[in-house]
């Protein structure tokens, strides 16, 4: 039962364009949700998260926008920059439960120069 | 300040041995929570530790079990390994029960069974 699922194995964009990577969740009761990114043999670095009393957040070049009735959050990244290409998580987690996150799978972002 | 450390970094058993892997959290936090990240797959939630008392558990059969120290460092234990628990563990820390962001995670020990 896979209650976050990131649809995109991977994506591909030019340098200085948008990236934008999408998640979707099923389980209803998820109100904390936030994206991690992690390059090789290295542990998941956060990102940015966001609320679901908010539907956006931005923290520099980067976007999270949350559609609850649509259960879908996106990251976007802008421009992006050859040193973002890495693997990115998005992950929820339920009112009290923080620190016990649900993952999804991962999207690979390659950002060519 | 040091970051979150692991070991070992990788390790070879043989199925139906035990393993234990550890993690020492960053300075200051209290707090321990562990991940399977399996080939291809997002992290999954095993279980938590706050201030050496287990505080939540995923869907992991018991034995999958873990320890925090009063140092809080942590161990996880599997006894009785299975060729499917082959992944990346990974251990991340923070202070008190930690909204997502204040988690910082290990670089992982990656444990291969044969």
């Known amino acids: 039962d896979q209650q976050v699922k990131q649809n995109s194995p991977s994506l591909s964009v030019q340098e200085g364009r948008i990236s934008i990577l999408n998640c979707d969740y099923t389980?209803?009761?998820?109100?904390?949700f936030l994206w991690y990114k992690k390059y090789p043999a290295e542990g998941p670095t956060f990102l940015i998260s966001?609320?679901?009393?908010?539907d956006k957040n931005e923290d520099g070049r980067f976007t999270v926008f949350l559609n609850k009735s649509a259960k879908h959050l996106s990251l976007h990244i802008v421009p992006s920059q050859p040193g973002d290409s890495a693997v990115y998580f998005c992950?929820?987690?339920?009112?009290?439960?923080?620190?016990?996150?649900?993952f999804g799978q991962g999207t690979i972002l390659t950002v060519h120069p | 300040e040091t970051g979150v450390t692991q070991s070992p970094t990788h390790l070879i058993k043989t199925r139906g041995q035990q393993v234990t892997l550890r993690c020492s959290s960053q300075?200051?936090?209290?707090?321990v929570s562990w991940y399977q990240q399996a080939l291809g797959q997002g992290p999954q939630f095993i279980f938590q530790?706050?201030?050496?008392?287990?505080?939540g558990r995923g869907n992991f059969p018991p034995r999958f079990s873990g320890l925090q120290f009063p140092n809080y460092s942590s161990e996880l234990n599997v006894n009785a390994l299975e060729l499917d628990d082959s992944a990346l563990y990974l251990c991340?820390?923070?202070f008190g029960q930690g909204l997502g962001e204040t988690q910082y995670f290990g670089p992982g020990t990656r444990l291969l069974v044969l």
């Open positions: 991340a820390s923070s």
């Open positions: 389980n209803s009761m998820f109100d904390y």
């Open positions: 966001i609320s679901s009393i908010k």
């Open positions: 992950a929820a987690s339920v009112g009290t439960s923080y620190g016990k996150l649900t």
């Open positions: 300075s200051g936090h209290n707090t």
């Open positions: 530790y706050y201030r050496e008392e287990e505080n």
